[in-house]
């Protein structure tokens, strides 16, 4: 089922990410395309196959929770757009 | 100091150690090659003064005894292995000026055996790319050229960087990452070896993530052997990596051998596919030859559902990228661009313009397959398939050891011959099933074309037999005699 331009939009907003008109026109019979091309998945029978969420059979562990590395705040906040008073500083958010 | 540019690590190693000539000279030739090759546009950061220093410090080490594996030997490392203090983007505007406060574990581990680094090596943006052409400092250009043709070429991706420095020989070795292909691919258009090891064998902390249930880092060399020494020093538990593998790392040099006695070869029918050349077909045939000769027995496996495993590929590994790359916001590191609505529009205004095409359609596909009312109908759907490819891989290795194939479906390409992004991703068609399964796999060069361009030949290996990988990888190096270097024009 072909995506329709509002649904693309729709799409870019989740994603964050600002979208022209002919950049939206560009892309739209490209990701039409692609999604046509992966649909041919439904082709498979995968009655009652588990679907696949990690390849090597591996127990997630636990680590204690404590601290292993830290105070290198002003190491990390040097690479921040904007920081100030020891923070990420962010346009303002309530008037 | 050409020569000392040509030898292969094990060489340089070897010359190292009894003597012959000094880490500071091995250093100092790399670093003079890296800077007369710009043109290639290999590296984005060189480091020479860091090359010099593991040097010195080899050097230092020599008259006192104890040296590490890898002391004096330099290696460029891929742009997405953060590195302390210097420039890690992941060939990406959004990260521009990111100075990583911490060192990546496998680079780290590098570092550890002694090894220096030459600098930080173009790729396509984020790992996602065949040609190295999404990457935002321009596109490597592979030392390689058709026959009577001055005509750019790519090295592949996404590790492309990676693959143009080992074949140009301005690195002796490399680090790359492989997704669906990022080793093996470029590994294959550039006339050299790489290898991918067992998913958890190499820790991907401080990897810039792209699809974590597929990245995988691996070496790039001129030779098996060269790989296996590298290999060796990346792999290792790493309690930072929920999907590290807490297991010992075989000594995989030492044990290293042609001799394929018992061994039985997989040969998979679906992997002969319409409107591969028919060289490359050729080359698999003689690859068979090669490996009977080393006293393999070739048998015919069957991969099912071999055609799946690409659009499989790309619901899996964008809907995976689509959250990972949900971090580059403008906020914490890396570009930001203010928009005109407050915290929302400065998002997309930076997401917007730090991404490129390539990027920006995998995120949207990824976020289109895991959005409500689809999820199940595309992801979900994705993730059965993937077991079933799998499952194809288990019960092939019943029947054989190893698995060989070409490693991809044509030769280099020329940079900007290839438009439709459907037409690049099919350039993983033989790389991408071992990807979703987790399988170690390498290419190793086979031959070259009728236009004088290296095609790779790929073996497949069961989980956790890197060595299996390695083994038939030398028995073919040592038939095939691939000799062809590309003439310097750059």
């Known amino acids: 089922m072909p995506v329709s331009p509002e649904q693309v939009r729709h799409i870019a907003k989740l994603a964050r990410i600002r979208m022209s008109d002919e950049e939206l026109d560009r892309l739209l019979p490209e990701l039409n395309n692609i999604l046509g091309w992966v649909e041919q998945l439904e082709e498979v029978d995968t009655d009652g196959v588990e679907p696949l969420t990690a390849v090597i059979d591996l127990k997630l562990r636990l680590r204690d929770d404590v601290v292993t590395e830290g105070n290198i705040r002003d190491e990390v906040l040097a690479n921040a757009p904007e920081a100030q008073h020891g923070f990420f500083a962010v346009p303002k958010v309530i008037e | 100091m050409t020569e000392l540019i040509s030898k292969t690590i094990a060489e340089l190693r070897d010359g190292f150690r009894s003597g012959e000539f000094r880490a500071r000279e091995i250093a100092e030739s790399f670093n003079a090659a890296v800077a007369a090759a710009r043109t290639l546009n290999a590296y984005t950061v060189e480091t020479p003064e860091d090359a010099r220093s593991a040097a010195d410090a080899a050097d230092k080490a020599r008259g006192s005894g104890e040296l590490l594996p890898l002391a004096g030997i330099p290696l460029g490392i891929k742009d997405l292995f953060a590195t302390h203090g210097v420039d890690t983007t992941a060939g990406s505007r959004i990260l521009k000026g990111f100075r990583p406060p911490y060192e990546s574990t496998v680079s780290g581990n590098l570092r550890k055996a002694g090894a220096g680094m030459l600098g930080k090596l173009n790729m396509d943006e984020f790992a996602m790319g065949s040609s190295n052409e999404t990457s935002t400092y321009g596109p490597v250009i592979s030392p390689w050229r058709r026959k009577g043709s001055n005509v750019g070429l790519t090295p592949g991706g996404s590790s492309g960087g990676s693959a143009c420095a080992v074949a140009a020989q301005i690195a002796p070795g490399a680090t790359g990452t492989d997704t669906g292909g990022s080793i093996r691919q470029p590994a294959a258009f550039a006339g050299i070896c790489g290898i991918k090891p067992t998913y958890g064998r190499c820790s991907r902390w401080g990897i810039v993530a792209f699809a974590s249930s597929l990245d995988q880092a691996g070496p790039m060399a001129k030779s098996v052997r060269d790989c296996a020494i590298l290999l060796e020093a990346m792999a290792g538990f790493d309690p930072k990596d929920s999907t590290s593998l807490d297991l010992p790392v075989p000594n995989w040099e030492a044990s290293l051998s042609g001799d394929l006695r018992g061994k039985r070869v997989g040969i998979p029918k679906e992997y002969r596919i319409e409107g591969v050349p028919l060289e490359i077909d050729a080359l698999w045939d003689r690859g068979i030859e090669w490996l009977k000769d080393a006293g393999a027995t070739p048998v015919e496996i069957s991969l099912p559902h071999t055609k799946y495993a690409l659009p499989t590929y790309y619901i899996i590994a964008p809907a ?73 891989f288990r019960k092939a290795f019943e029947q054989c050891d190893v698995i060989l194939t070409p490693t991809a479906p044509s030769a280099a390409f020329g940079i900007g011959e290839t438009t439709d992004p459907l037409a690049m991703y099919l350039n993983d068609v033989f790389a991408v099933p071992a990807s979703l399964a987790g399988l170690p796999a390498m290419s190793v060069p086979g031959g070259v074309d009728d236009q004088g361009l290296p095609l790779g030949l790929h073996l497949i290996g069961k989980e956790l037999d890197e060595q299996g990988v390695l083994n038939a990888g030398l028995a073919i190096e040592e038939r095939a005699q691939f000799t062809a270097r590309p003439e310097k024009w750059w």
């Open chain 2, 320 to 392: 995976e990228a689509s959250s990972n790359l949900a971090r580059y916001d403008g906020v914490r590191y890396g570009l930001r661009v203010t928009g005109s609505d407050g915290l929302d529009g400065m998002y997309s205004a930076t997401r917007s313009e730090g991404f490129g095409a390539e990027v920006k359609r995998r995120i949207m596909i990824g976020t289109y397959v895991l959005s409500a009312g689809f999820y199940d109908a595309y992801f979900t759907k994705a993730q059965k398939v993937r077991a079933l490819i799998k499952r194809d």
